[in-house]
């Protein structure tokens, strides 16, 4: 067994989306509620996180140092789960540091976090900066990876797939937001580990699909391996869609505000705004493609990301 500390509120529930399923006009539709894990308002790197900080435990890590962008779920989450255990808690974030905390930001601060400001140019310097820093000044630091896709990160995916099974779900396609590609890589290894035989089709928020396909195939190796299983795959193996890119990273366009309102307005769902804003947008226009038959059965597995939405930068557009 992996060493796991359980803090998620798991399993996380599966409900069917009947009114957005219907304005679409398509297949069955499902959502995965990750925006339920439960630490501070959720999301899918808490799954992740049970692994890591148990890892960080093990090593008897004293603080966790972490990086990510200014409105980062991973450093909120992290910076939660730190509180929560004990450990101090290191954020490099992109960028200078904003006139007005709002979001995730916020929030980070209200964990106690210890933020770093990186400037445009140069995060990952920063990042490895700071990790040595701490550690001549005896911190005992342990590093978690962008967005937490270690192979101990990715387990907690291929173990989330397993529990999508056991609740007797089965759906033709799951459909998700990738960029750091663990959550993907998590669950390519687990569909291969436990027998899943739908596709597992990651939108890209961020990256070139041969990019993410080449990062997942090696990732979810290492994640199988981890967890006991032989398996390989290869580049070939991964879907990935990079059709909805935009305006890049952040930029709220007009795909993820009309995924925000349709899903707001036909299911009482929340989105956000980076993530899974844009791979619902993606979702929809395959739907609107004819991308699925209309008997398959397509679940969209929430990421979470809601407190994004309270980021100064999207105020006007969410409102128009
Ligand atoms: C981090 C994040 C993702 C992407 O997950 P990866 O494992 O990094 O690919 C998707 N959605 C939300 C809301 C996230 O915070």
Redesign the pocket.
Known sequence: MIPRIRFAHLPTLVEAMPRLSAALGGPQLLVKRDDQTGLAFG???TRKLEFLLAEAQAQSARTLITAGAVQS??CRQTAAAAARFGFECLLVLTGEEPTSPSGNMLLDRLFGAQIVWAGEAGREGTLQQVFRHAQEAGQRPYLIPY?G?SPSGAAAYAYALQELIEQGVRPDWII?????????AGLVAGARCFGFQGHILGIS?DEPAPVLRERVAELARRTADLIGENASFSADDILVNADYLGGGYGVMGSGEQEALHLFARQEGLLL?P???GRAAAGLIDLVRQGFFSPNEMVLFWH???GPALFADRYREMLLR
Do not use: E, L, R
Request: proline letters at 0%; glycine letters at 24%; hydrophobic letters at 15%.
């Open positions: 999301g899918n790197k779920n991973h967005g896709s998700f937001a990738t960029s750091s590609g663990g959550t993907q928020i956000d980076v993530y899974t990421t979470g990301g």
